[in-house]
């Protein structure tokens, strides 16, 4: 009897098998090891090619960075001078303000007889 359940089981481990077989990877683990691999071997066979990719794409990279950090430098700077500019005009203006309401209150003094 045992024989007889084996091959019973046995084909439905060979059912569930074939099923998995079926998928082309079982889990992503599987998927990234593969991925990794074909990349290795290509590497490992066109090196030059692959030195040319890091050199050019790494070179765009550098670029970009650079060209990146100096315009968040450019706009930290703008900032900067707008707020001096505004703190600047708010002082014009009390300035100006508080003037204006000194020189309309003696109107009489200005007055000269001759």
């Known amino acids: 009897m045992t024989s007889q ?20 990877y079982t889990n992503w683990a599987d998927k990234i090891q593969e ?10 066979t066109y090196p030059y090619v692959w030195g040319s ?6 070179g765009l990279g550098l670029w970009f960075t650079y060209r990146w950090r100096k315009l968040r430098k450019t706009e930290n700077r703008v900032r900067v001078l707008q707020e ?3 703190k600047l005009v708010e002082a014009e ?8 309401t000194t020189s309309k209150a003696p109107p009489s003094s200005n007055i000269s007889t001759k």
């Open 5 to 24: 359940e084996k091959s019973e089981s046995s084909p439905q481990s060979a059912e569930a098998e074939k099923q998995l077989g079926s998928y082309p």
């Open 84 to 86: 001096r500019l505004r």
């Open 53 to 58: 990719y890091i050199v050019v794409y790494g």
């Open 35 to 44: 991925q990794y691999q074909k990349i290795k071997e290509n590497a490992e």
């Open 93 to 100: 203006e009390s300035v100006s303000s508080s003037s204006a």
